[in-house]
């Protein structure tokens, strides 16, 4: 008798579409139901309000948010360690950056009053936060050691 993998809710990238993938199978490179993209990028995905929604609400993995904005030194330079951490830390976690500018409710509902500041979400639930930039190898370690709700 094997245990049944459990199935998880995963929101695609590219059309924002919910698919339904068995845990074990994550990392075999599922590709969407709909728009046949793959769910899984090795890139963190920029969220408006909808894809947010989606990803972060809907889907069933903990998703990583980087709150930036453009004219932010500071998250600049944390992006190359961002999209390094992204594909660390892929399938498990979700990596997303939200630009406070753009999506200014996001910001506000979240109240970002700093940047870049990280924040990881399951199930629609703030877990942890962390205000300031930091290394790849920081990031992913941040993740990690977080306990999902
Ligand atoms: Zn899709």
């Given amino acids: 008798m094997t245990a049944s993998s459990p199935v998880l809710q995963i929101a695609c990238p ?3 579409a919910l698919n339904r993938v068995p845990a074990a199978r994550l990392a075999d490179g599922p590709v969407c139901g709909r ?12 969220l408006d309000e909808a894809g947010f929604a989606r990803h972060v609400e809907q889907g069933d993995l903990p998703v990583l948010v980087d709150f930036w904005a453009p004219w932010c030194g500071p998250c600049r330079m944390m992006a190359p360690h961002f999209e390094t951490a992204a594909a660390r830390l892929e399938p498990a976690y979700r990596l997303a950056k939200v630009d406070t500018d753009a999506v200014p409710a996001l910001g506000a509902r979240y109240a970002i009053r700093s940047i870049p500041t990280l924040a990881l979400f399951h199930h ?3 877990i942890a936060r962390h ?4 290394g790849a190898a920081d990031i992913e370690r941040w993740a990690r050691s977080q306990r999902l709700g």
């Fill in 124 to 126: 629609g639930r703030e």
């Fill in 35 to 46: 728009c046949k993209a793959p769910l899984f990028t090795g890139h963190p995905l920029a």
């Fill in 131 to 134: 205000s300031g930039a930091m």
């Fill in 14 to 16: 590219g059309c924002h």
